[in-house]
Each structure stands twice: as structure tokens, then as C-alpha cells.
């Protein structure tokens, strides 16, 4: 079994910054593609970045120049660095991991609330 365990959401101040953890613990045989989505009330799902494991990344056009995703391999970590915050990148943030135990499965966070205040 795999779970990704999620930290660093909170409060912060419009042009503030947060930095997302999600880290995966079990029996991990590799992990592909790391990435954040979000979810703000009454809206859809959102890709917010992806990273591969070679470390290609990829950025929704609303966080661009201001987010960067990174990871830490040996640590089976993925950050997210959010710098410049807006009222409208309020949501809950969670990570999704393409791990591979036997089979390849798609595993996600529990989430994590992240509140910009005007």
C-alpha cells in the first residue's frame, strides 16, 4: 500500500508565499510523474503542474512564472513552491504520484488548504 501524506497549506496574504510538501511512504518500487492539482469551491478539478521523472515540468497558464514544482527522489517527495499569491489560487491543493509497487496506480493526497486573502 501507498500513501502520500501532504503539509505546508495555511493563510497567507495576497503576494505571499507557501511551499507544498507530499510525501510517499510504502513499498515503492519507482514513481513517474509527480504533480499538484487544486480545487476551489464550485469549480473543477485544475491541473496545477506536473513534473516526470526525469524531471520535465509542466504549468497550468494561470501559475506560471509564479509556482514551481520540484522533487526529491530519494525522498519520494514532491514540492510546490507558490510565490506571488492571488485571492484566485484559493483551494484545496493535492498531489497525485503514478507509483509502481507490482502495477503502476495512480495515488493521491489528502489535500491540503491553501487561503490567499486579499
Known amino acids: 500500500q501507498v500513501q502520500l501524506v501532504e503539509s505546508g497549506g495555511g493563510l497567507v496574504q495576497a503576494g505571499g508565499s507557501l511551499r507544498l510538501y507530499c510525501a510517499a511512504s510504502?513499498?515503492?518500487?519507482?514513481?513517474?510523474?509527480m504533480a499538484w492539482y487544486r480545487q476551489a469551491p464550485g469549480k473543477q478539478l485544475e491541473l496545477v503542474a506536473h513534473?516526470?521523472?526525469?524531471?520535465?515540468?509542466n504549468y497550468a497558464d494561470s501559475v506560471k512564472g509564479r509556482f514551481t514544482i520540484s522533487r526529491d527522489n530519494a525522498k519520494n517527495t514532491v514540492y510546490l513552491q507558490m510565490n506571488s499569491l492571488k485571492p484566485d489560487d484559493t483551494a484545496v491543493y493535492s498531489c497525485?504520484?503514478?507509483?509502481?509497487?507490482?502495477?503502476?496506480?495512480?495515488?493521491w493526497g489528502q489535500g491540503t488548504q491553501v487561503t490567499v486573502s486579499s
Open positions: 513534473i516526470t521523472s526525469g524531471g520535465s515540468t
Open positions: 510504502g513499498n515503492i518500487f519507482s514513481i513517474d510523474t
Open positions: 497525485n504520484m503514478v507509483v509502481t509497487i507490482v502495477y503502476k496506480g495512480y495515488y
